[in-house]
T-cell receptor, first 114, second 117 residues
Framework: AQKVTQAQTEISVVEKEDVTLDCVYETRDTTYYLFWYKQPPSGELVFLIRRNSFDEQNEISGRYSWNFQKSTSSFNFTITASQVVDSAVYFCALSETRDDKIIFGKGTRLHILP | EPEVTQTPSHQVTQMGQEVILRCVPISNHLYFYWYRQILGQKVEFLVSFYNNEISEKSEIFDDQFSVERPDGSNFTLKIRSTKLEDSAMYFC???????????????FGPGTRLTVL
C-alpha cells in the first residue's frame, strides 16, 4: 500500500539556520513520483518539486535542496539559510502510476523565528 | 499562465443543506480531481474524473458526494446533505495527462473553505 510518513510534526528554528524536513514513503510500484508542497498560512498548496523514481539525482533550487534515496525510501527536503517567509506547513507526497491520485503525508509545520 | 480557479473561496452553510463547490480547470486538461483537507490535517484524495465519469474514488467519497462537468469549463463537487465533519478546505486539481499517458502534472486550485454550522 502507498504511504507517506513525515515523522516531524512541528519544527522551530531561528532564522538563517539550515533545516531538513524528513519524508519516508512506501509503495509497491517501481515507477512512482514524489512531491513536496508548501502550504502557507493563506492555505493554498504551492508546488515545490516533483521527482520520478528513476531519477535519484539530488536537486538544488536556490536555498532549497532535495535528497532522494531509494535505498532508504526517503525524499528529504533541506532549506538552507532559512527565512521567516519559509514558515509554513510542508507536505511530502507520492503518486503511483497505477492510478494518479496524490497521497500526502501529514505535513511538517515549520516555524522560522526571527 | 493558466491556472485552476475555484469559487467561492469560503462557503458557510447549515448542516443538512446542499452545497456545490465550483472549479474551472485549465482549459486543455482532461483529468480532474477533488481533494479535501480537514483543518490541521493532511490533504486527502476524494475523487478523480475523466471522460465524463469517475475514474477512482476514495472511501470518503460516499453517496453524499457527487461530481459533474456540467459544461465545457466547470467541474463541480456537490455535497447533498452537509454534516459538521464536512467542514474542510476542498481543493480542485486538473491534470495535463493525455489519453493513455501514465502521468500528468496536477495543478491545484486555491481551495474553497467550507464551514458547516
Amino acid at each position: 500500500a502507498q504511504k507517506v510518513t513525515q515523522a516531524q510534526t512541528e519544527i522551530s528554528v531561528v532564522e538563517k539556520e539550515d533545516v531538513t524536513l524528513d519524508c519516508v514513503y512506501e509503495t509497491r510500484d517501481t515507477t512512482y513520483y514524489l512531491f513536496w508542497y508548501k502550504q502557507p498560512p493563506s492555505g493554498e498548496l504551492v508546488f515545490l518539486i516533483r521527482r520520478n523514481s528513476f531519477d535519484e539525482q539530488n536537486e538544488i533550487s536556490g536555498r532549497y535542496s532535495w535528497n532522494f534515496q531509494k535505498s532508504t525510501s526517503s525524499f528529504n527536503f533541506t532549506i538552507t539559510a532559512s527565512q521567516v517567509v519559509d514558515s509554513a506547513v510542508y507536505f511530502c507526497a507520492l503518486s503511483e502510476t497505477r492510478d494518479d491520485k496524490i497521497i500526502f503525508g501529514k505535513g511538517t509545520r515549520l516555524h522560522i523565528l526571527p | 499562465e493558466p491556472e485552476v480557479t475555484q469559487t467561492p473561496s469560503h462557503q458557510v452553510t447549515q448542516m443538512g443543506q446542499e452545497v456545490i463547490l465550483r472549479c474551472v480547470p485549465i482549459s486543455n486538461h482532461l483529468y480532474f480531481y477533488w481533494y479535501r483537507q480537514i483543518l490541521g490535517q493532511k490533504v486527502e484524495f476524494l475523487v478523480s474524473f475523466y471522460n465524463n465519469e469517475i475514474s477512482e474514488k476514495s472511501e470518503i467519497f460516499d453517496d453524499q458526494f457527487s461530481v459533474e462537468r456540467p459544461d465545457g469549463s466547470n467541474f463541480t463537487l456537490k455535497i447533498r446533505s452537509t454534516k459538521l465533519e464536512d467542514s474542510a478546505m476542498y481543493f480542485c486539481a486538473s491534470s495535463e495527462r493525455q489519453g493513455t499517458e501514465l502521468y500528468g502534472e496536477q495543478f491545484f486550485g486555491p481551495g474553497t473553505r467550507l464551514t458547516v454550522l
